[in-house]
C-alpha cells in the first residue's frame, strides 16, 4: 500500500514538474482552448432544443419538452429521402477523390528540381485561399451557356451549346470537380508532412536490394504513411453526411434543385431565408447529421483497429 502511494505521489510530481517546464507553452496554447472551448464545446448545451418547442422569451429551461417530436416530424418529411440520397451521392463522390492527395504527395515528393516543385506547389496550393463564390464564379464563367468559355469553344468548333449547370446530370461531377481543384493541394500536405519524417535507412536498404524509384514509393514510402492515410480517412469519414453549403448554395438553380436539395440547404430555407423560429426542428437535424457522423467515424476506427491499425480513439 505504501508502494502505491509512492507511486502515485511521484506521478503527481512528474505531472506538476511537466506543466511547470512546459508552462510558456501551455500559455500559449489557452487562448485556442478558451476559443474552442466557447465557440465548440459550450453551445452543445444547446441540443436540448431539439427534444423542445424551443421559446426565445421561456430561454431553454422553460420551454417545454417534448420528446423525439422533431425527429418524427424530420423522417416523416417526404424531402428527408432525397436530402439523404443527394448528400450520400455529393460525399460519396467527394469520398472517391479520397486517394488524390496522396497521389500528388508521392508524386511531389519525387521531384527533384526545387524550383519546379515550389512553382507546382503553389499552384496546387492556391485555390484553397479562395472563397467557394470566387471558385463558382470562375466556373459560370467557364461553363455558363452563353458567356462560357467552354461552350465558345464547342460553338467554334461547329457544335451545338451545352447548358452544363441547369444540367442533372452534369451537377454532380461539377460539384466534385470544384472540391477536387480547391481541397487536393491543401490535403497533400499532411502526406508530404508524414513523407518527410521517413527513416532515409528504409529507402537506401531498398535501393541496395535492387528497387528503382516507383518502387521504392510503393514498398516503402506508402507503407510508411499509411498510419497518416488511415487517420484522414477516419476524420473524413466524420463528414460524410455533411457538404459545403456556400458550393451548393451558389451552385443551386430550379433546373438542378432536385439534386442539391442537402440538409444544409434545407436548414437554412426553414431558418435564416424565411425569418422563421424552427430552431428545435432544424437543431433536430444538426444532431442527427452529427449522431451519424459520429457513428461513421467510430465504425470505420473499429474496422482499421481491427486490421492492426492505430485509430484516433
Known amino acids: 500500500m505504501a508502494a502505491k502511494t509512492k507511486k502515485v505521489s511521484a506521478s503527481k510530481k512528474t505531472l506538476a514538474k511537466r506543466l511547470h ?4 507553452v501551455y500559455f500559449l496554447g489557452l487562448p485556442g482552448m478558451i476559443v474552442m472551448f466557447l465557440f465548440s464545446y459550450k453551445p452543445m448545451g444547446n441540443l436540448l432544443m431539439a427534444f423542445q418547442d424551443y421559446n426565445a422569451f421561456e ?3 422553460g420551454s417545454q419538452w ?13 424531402k428527408f429521402y432525397n436530402m439523404l440520397k443527394n448528400t450520400l451521392v455529393i460525399s460519396g463522390l467527394n469520398l472517391l477523390t479520397f486517394p488524390a492527395p496522396i497521389v500528388l504527395a508521392l508524386i511531389m515528393n519525387e521531384v527533384r528540381n526545387m524550383k519546379f516543385k515550389k512553382f507546382v506547389q503553389t499552384a496546387v496550393y492556391l485555390p484553397h485561399f479562395l472563397s467557394w463564390a470566387i471558385v463558382c464564379s470562375l466556373t459560370f464563367f467557364l461553363l455558363s451557356t452563353e458567356q462560357g468559355v467552354v461552350n465558345k469553344l464547342i460553338e467554334m468548333a461547329g457544335g451545338e451549346k451545352v447548358s452544363f449547370l441547369f444540367s442533372t446530370s452534369a451537377i454532380y461531377p461539377i460539384i466534385v470537380i470544384q472540391s477536387l481543384w480547391k481541397g487536393v493541394g491543401w490535403g497533400s500536405i499532411v502526406y508530404l508532412a508524414a513523407i518527410s519524417g521517413i527513416d532515409q535507412s528504409l529507402y ?22 499509411m498510419p497518416t492515410i488511415i487517420v484522414m480517412l477516419i476524420l473524413k469519414m466524420g463528414s460524410i453526411i455533411s457538404v459545403d453549403f456556400e458550393q451548393v448554395f451558389l451552385m443551386n438553380n ?13 436548414i437554412y430555407n426553414n431558418s435564416i431565408a424565411t425569418g422563421s423560429t424552427q430552431f428545435s426542428y432544424t437543431t433536430a437535424i444538426g ?4 449522431v451519424v457522423n459520429t457513428s461513421l467515424v467510430i465504425l470505420t476506427n473499429w474496422i482499421t483497429s481491427r486490421k492492426g491499425y492505430d485509430g484516433v480513439m
Open 66 to 78: 417534448v420528446g423525439l417530436k422533431h425527429f418524427q416530424r424530420l423522417f416523416a418529411d417526404p
Open 204 to 225: 537506401e536498404a531498398a535501393k541496395m536490394d535492387g528497387a528503382n524509384r516507383f518502387q521504392c514509393m510503393i514498398k516503402v514510402t506508402l507503407p510508411s504513411i
Open 59 to 61: 430561454g431553454l429551461w
Open 21 to 24: 517546464e512546459y508552462r510558456w
Open 254 to 266: 430550379a433546373m438542378v434543385k432536385s439534386k442539391l436539395e442537402v440538409f444544409e440547404i434545407f
Open 287 to 290: 444532431l442527427f447529421k452529427s
